[in-house]
Nanobody, 123 residues
Framework: QVQLVESGGGLVQAGGSLRLSCAAS????????MGWFRQAPGKEREFVAA????????KYADSVKGRFTISRDNAKNTVYLQMINLKPEDTAVYYC????????????????WGQGTQVTVSS
């Protein structure tokens, strides 16, 4: 497994942008598919985006398509989530996850999870 630490969350106005980062420790990061989930108060954790180990395959929730972009830098052991045109409904704790299987990442059954970073979008 890899250890994951998210950063980059904060308070932003609607229409604004943020970039989340997830730093991974461990030499196997480049073999891991990575993903982002989020959980709003009183709601279940939901899938946001995922990326294959090579970066060639990405997946997005319909609610964020065209606004969020997932990317990775294997040399830096980091995965990113660029978020633009943020909406109040994007307010949540965002979690990074990783697993050798992209399918497991998308299904939220990945073996590694970070502690989360808060994103708050004001109207």
């Amino acid at each position: 497994q890899v250890q994951l630490v998210e950063s980059g969350g904060g308070l932003v106005q609607a229409g604004g942008s943020l970039r989340l980062s997830c730093a991974a420790s461990g030499r196997t990061f480049s073999n891991y598919a990575m993903g982002w989930f989020r959980q709003a108060p009183g709601k279940e954790r939901e899938f946001v985006a995922a990326i294959s180990w090579s970066g060639s395959n990405t997946k997005y929730a319909d609610s964020v398509k065209g606004r969020f972009t997932i990317s990775r830098d294997n040399a830096k052991n980091t995965v990113y989530l660029q978020m633009i045109n943020l909406k109040p409904e994007d307010t949540a704790v965002y979690y990074c996850t990783g697993d050798p299987s992209l399918r497991a990442v998308v299904a939220a059954t990945g073996g590694s999870w970070g502690q989360g970073t808060q994103v708050t979008v004001s109207s």
